[in-house]
């Protein structure tokens, strides 16, 4: 088993995780259906949902949506969210979902850089164009990966639920790596995050081979300009040209 598809089924994840920020996330939606001029009723697929915020309120806001994401569990919670425009499956980023299908794509808050090989990486990209309507839109929000290493904290530990979680990072061949280490009912747990440290360079590269165009790039939830030193966030506007067949 992969450690993201170990990890991501885990209740604990979602424990160490629980204070993401909803109003953050609102707050980004907002600005991109005003910037790139989203329309209402359009077709949306999420990929990589976790437990669905993104895709709840991009449907709340007018469009049909689908959230796709390989845990099960974040699936099983995202489901009890579901409407007749919002529906939320377990399927592999790395296959197309339905082809020619979508105006827009998300892949939001850092889920991407998973893999161990390229080709996984190119086939993930690809699928999510294939996904796409022609001229569709594509937005990736990714880690600042310069700024994340430049400002890395090696080690930390903070008590969740009365979970007391232990935390090291670091940098070992072009991945961001993270341990987790804790005892939860007098049993030990170790689990692994990696992250491929994958810059605009890349993404670039990847979006290119799949057929599309960058037409717009941001460093944060406010959609600023932006800059590899600085800003804390990746966001990547890709437009779809022609169909890329899978």
Excluded at 14 to 37: G, P, S, T, V
Excluded at 106 to 125: A, M, V
Excluded at 129 to 153: C, E
């Amino acid at each position: 088993m992969k450690w993201f598809e170990n990890w991501f089924d885990s209740e604990y994840y979602h424990i160490l995780y629980k204070d993401r920020n909803q109003e953050e996330a609102e707050l980004f939606i907002n600005n991109l259906i005003k910037k790139l001029n989203l329309k209402k009723n359009s077709k949306l697929i999420d990929i990589g949902c976790g437990k669905g915020r993104h895709a709840t309120y991009f449907n709340k806001k007018g469009m049909n949506v689908v959230g796709i994401d390989l845990s099960k569990n974040s699936i099983q919670s995202a489901k009890k969210n579901e409407n007749q425009k919002l529906q939320f499956i377990v399927h592999d980023m790395r296959k197309t979902f339905k082809k020619n299908e979508f105006n827009i794509v998300t892949n939001l808050f850092t889920s991407f850089g998973y893999f161990k090989n390229y080709k996984d990486e190119q086939n993930s990209i690809n699928a999510m164009a294939s996904n796409l309507k022609k001229n569709g839109i594509l937005i990736i929000d990714f880690m600042n990966v310069k700024k994340v290493i430049n400002n890395l904290v090696k080690y930390e530990e903070k008590t969740i639920n009365g979970i007391h979680f232990k935390i090291k990072r670091k940098i070992l061949n072009n991945y961001i790596y993270k341990k987790i280490v804790f005892e939860d009912n007098n049993q030990n747990y170790i689990f692994e995050e990696q992250v491929k440290a994958l810059t605009l360079i890349d993404f670039s590269k990847l979006i290119k081979k799949a057929g599309m165009s960058i037409i717009n790039i941001f460093g944060s939830y406010n959609l600023d300009d932006f800059n590899a030193i600085n800003s804390d966030r990746l966001i990547i506007i890709s437009k779809k040209g022609n169909y890329i067949s899978q």
